[in-house]
T-cell receptor
Framework: EAQVTQNPRYLITVTGKKLTVTCSQNMNHEYMSWYRQDPGLGLRQIYY???????DKGDVPEGYKVSRKEKRNFPLILESPSPNQTSLYFC???????????FGQGTRLTVV | TQLLEQSPQFLSIQEGENLTVYCNSSSVFSSLQWYRQEPGEGPVLLVTVVTGGEVKKLKRLTFQFGDARKDSSLHITAAQPGDTGLYLCAGVGGSNYKLTFGKGTLLTVNP
């Protein structure tokens, strides 16, 4: 089954404790991206990747890091999480930026 | 940053009514996508419109792309409770590779 898998689904952590949210896709997609979704602000792109070892900032990259060492994986790293990074995060993949994006189930992160 | 403005932000209607939601921008987009998101899930693609003036139908849903490729609309005929959800438009424009989303229209269809 074609899918994008994110883990974990739910995470509560404390300020400053490094964390990684994993994302994996099995569709051989070139383009992957991370979004955060907040009430009243919609889906905002954090980082995207056009291919292996090619990543670029989206609209809200501050406080986040990503890597694309393999085509199928695109982890999101929060080196020092802060409460304003409490949000619902989605990973997505597609063949290209303007083709159908497949989204993961989301990760609800709470930073206290 | 290319912005997509969606309206209305919220819409609550009775089953059987018709409705239209809008997605507008001052920028030109090479294509626009419409997604629906249900609570606790990621967005799912409904349709992609590519050509200015294009109209696509998906059962009771009709999507239109503006002639200038700056705006789009979604019309639902005889809405049903199963249509309830957050409707999002998204597009890639210019020479960048960012997929930009509008803030969405939260539709509630009451039985």
């Amino acid at each position: 089954e074609a899918q994008v898998t994110q883990n974990p689904r739910y995470l509560i952590t404390v300020t400053g404790k490094k964390l990684t949210v994993t994302c994996s896709q099995n569709m051989n997609h070139e383009y992957m991206s991370w979004y955060r979704q907040d009430p009243g602000l919609g889906l905002r792109q954090i980082y995207y990747s056009m291919n292996v070892e090619v990543t670029d900032k989206g609209d809200v990259p501050e406080g986040y890091k990503v890597s694309r060492k393999e085509k199928r994986n695109f982890p999101l790293i929060l080196e020092s999480p802060s409460p304003n990074q409490t949000s619902l995060y989605f990973c997505a993949s597609s063949f290209a930026p303007n083709t159908e994006a497949f989204f993961g189930q989301g990760t609800r992160l709470t930073v206290v | 940053t290319q912005l997509l403005e969606q309206s209305p932000q919220f819409l609550s209607i009775q089953e059987g009514e018709n409705l239209t939601v809008y997605c507008n921008s001052s920028s030109v987009f090479s294509s626009l996508q419409w997604y629906r998101q249900e609570p606790g899930e990621g967005p799912v693609l409904l349709v992609t419109v590519v050509t200015g003036g294009e109209v696509k139908k998906l059962k009771r849903l009709t999507f239109q792309f503006g002639d200038a490729r700056k705006d789009s609309s979604l019309h639902i005929t005889a809405a049903q409770p199963g249509d309830t959800g957050l409707y999002l438009c998204a597009g890639v424009g210019g020479s960048n590779y960012k997929l930009t989303f509008g803030k969405g229209t939260l539709l509630t269809v009451n039985p």
